[in-house]
T-cell receptor, first 115, second 111 residues
């Protein structure tokens, strides 16, 4: 019963490098989300997806890209890493329908430092 | 512009007493409100939710109250236990696809 799996758990990047944060869920959830959490702040939505092939921007999408080619996977791409992207990144998934939802399940996070 | 605010960064309570965590929001169009609990180095886990059409929801020791006119919700934990020590986030859901989170309240339950 894996739930939501995020890899890697930790990563240090140099300014200008690129990387992909991986997220996979095995619950057949239709919705998937990426959040970032800065120190002392709440989670801010970066991107979300309502199903395979469909993605949309959240509150703070600049500097990131996503894709959703399968129901299970929702990778987050940083193309040109900047110090402002130092944060903890959480992936989440949920099952949502027209008039209701099941609460989000979260992964354990990826701690990313950009130096 | 924060749409969901938790104005108390921390709260300390004695074991067995009531813990009350508060949350304010600005958007009257939010559909659902949720509370999550987070331990260090883990992702948030769902605790309890309430629909915008209700004013109270109970689950064991946890009760959430919603005051729509004041745009305020609160989480009551009775009785508080040391294992409840964690960071609590409130979240609001808009249009069934966008979640907005507060900045969290760190609860410390003293034995």
């Amino acid at each position: 019963n894996a739930g939501v799996t995020q890899t890697p758990k930790f990563r240090i990047l140099k300014i200008g490098q690129s990387m992909t944060l991986q997220c996979a869920q095995d619950m057949n959830h239709n919705y998937m989300y990426w959040y970032r959490q800065d120190p002392g702040m709440g989670l801010k939505l970066i991107y979300y997806s309502v199903g395979a092939g469909i993605t949309d921007k959240g509150e703070v999408p600049n500097g990131y890209n996503v894709s959703r080619s399968t129901t299970e996977d929702f990778p987050l791409r940083l193309e040109l890493a900047a110090p402002s992207q130092t944060s903890v990144y959480f992936c989440a998934s949920s099952y949502t329908w027209d008039s209701g939802l099941e609460p989000q399940h979260f992964g354990d996070g990826t701690r990313l430092s950009i130096l | 512009d924060q749409q969901v605010k938790q104005n108390s960064p921390s709260l300390s309570v004695q074991e067995g007493r009531i813990s009350i965590l508060n949350c304010d929001y600005t958007n009257s169009m939010f559909d659902y409100f949720l509370w999550y609990k987070k331990y260090p180095a883990e992702g948030p886990t769902f605790l309890i939710s309430i629909s915008s059409i209700k004013d109270k929801n109970e689950d064991g020791r946890f009760t959430v109250f919603l005051n729509k006119s004041a745009k305020h919700l609160s989480l009551h934990i009775v009785p508080s236990q040391p294992g409840d020590s964690a960071v609590y986030f409130c979240a609001s859901l808009y249009n069934f696809n966008k979640f907005y989170f507060g900045s969290g309240t760190k609860l410390n339950v003293k034995p």
